[in-house]
């Protein structure tokens, strides 16, 4: 195959890009390593090729959410998580303090205030805080067809500095959005986030998400196609927040990214995409990741509303 030195390529042409920084907000993820460089592309027959750093370890980060969004989705069905947890795009930061005035329903589930209230519907109703994170964290290692573990240095330091996430949390619980004590929903997605990955677990996600839910590699129907058809919908509307109507211009792949550095693509049908790489941009997108994937839709022909 031709794909494992296109993807070489690409990274040696992205490399001399070092703008941006990674996350700060996060003490843990400030002091991550600033040059580390992946890309995996995971076809929905099961070949996966990568290229870089592929099996470096970072924290999921928002990249769970469409994942989670799947798994609240299967566990309480549609109208009860779309009750609390609208579909529109917020074209705003990921971390705004933003809710519908009528309702005190976030407007998705790609923003903070969508997954803090969609961690309160996994599992079965009235789960307690653990149980829900092992729903999380198994479902997540079901995407991946992999066993994923969790980094408790990050999830502790993040909630050290979780000021903002704990006031979004507050007005939910304010407006009977999330009926619990807001701080338990607050640990149970940081923990969320701080599962860790490699860029061809997440090639593996995304590719499952492509794939109607199936894992290529394990087989295993982790949840229905109508379940992913409303994620990748989502995430072609609101992954990339306040980027997303540039992202689905110029790339036009449903995507979600990270501020670990991760970013995902999925192609319905055909492949699942992931890159690493730690630096941000104002968005919070991988900035060596968003030139990746602007590369790979361009040199492949991979955007949606193209005609092949
Ligand atoms: N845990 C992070 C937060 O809530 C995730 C944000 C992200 O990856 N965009 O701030």
Redesign the pocket.
């Known amino acids: 195959s031709i794909i494992p030195d296109y993807l070489a390529d690409a990274l040696f042409r992205v490399e001399p890009d070092t703008s941006g920084q990674p996350a700060q907000?996060?003490p843990e993820l400030a002091g991550a390593d600033p040059e580390r460089l992946a890309a995996v592309v995971a076809t929905i027959d099961g070949e996966v090729y990568g290229a870089g750093d592929s099996d470096a370890e970072f924290t999921i980060?928002?990249?769970s959410k469409p994942f989670v969004y799947a798994l609240a989705l299967a566990d309480r069905g549609f109208d009860t998580v779309l009750d609390k947890v609208g579909v529109e795009p917020s074209g705003e930061a990921?971390?705004e303090v933003s809710l519908e005035h009528d309702t005190g329903r976030p407007l998705n589930p790609m923003i903070?205030a969508g997954a803090l209230t969609v961690q309160s519907l996994i599992g079965p109703w009235n789960s307690e805080p653990a149980e829900r994170g092992e729903r999380v964290r198994q479902g997540l290692s079901a995407f991946a067809g992999r066993e994923l573990t969790i980094d408790e240095r990050v999830s502790s330091s993040?909630m050290d500095t979780a000021h903002r996430?704990l006031a979004i949390a507050h007005m939910l619980r304010s407006r009977d959005v999330l009926t619990e004590d807001p701080r338990t929903v607050v640990e149970g997605?940081?923990r969320q986030?701080a599962v860790l990955v490699t860029a061809r677990d997440l090639a593996m996600m995304a590719a499952t998400l492509a794939n109607r839910g199936v894992n290529p590699l394990t087989n295993e129907q982790v949840v229905s196609g109508a379940v992913v058809r409303y994620v990748l919908s989502v995430m072609f509307t609101c992954g990339m927040y306040d980027a997303a109507g540039d992202w689905a211009t110029q790339v036009g792949i449903p995507a979600k990214?990270?501020?670990?550095g991760g970013l995902i693509g999925a192609l319905p049908g055909q492949v699942g995409i992931a890159t690493f790489s730690p630096r941000l941009d104002e968005h919070?997108h991988s900035v060596r990741g968003v030139s990746l994937f602007e590369r790979f839709s361009s040199d492949m022909g991979l955007h949606v509303m193209e005609i092949p």
């Open positions: 907000y996060i980060q928002s990249i990921f971390n903070n993040e996430n997605y940081v986030c990214s990270g501020v670990g919070g």
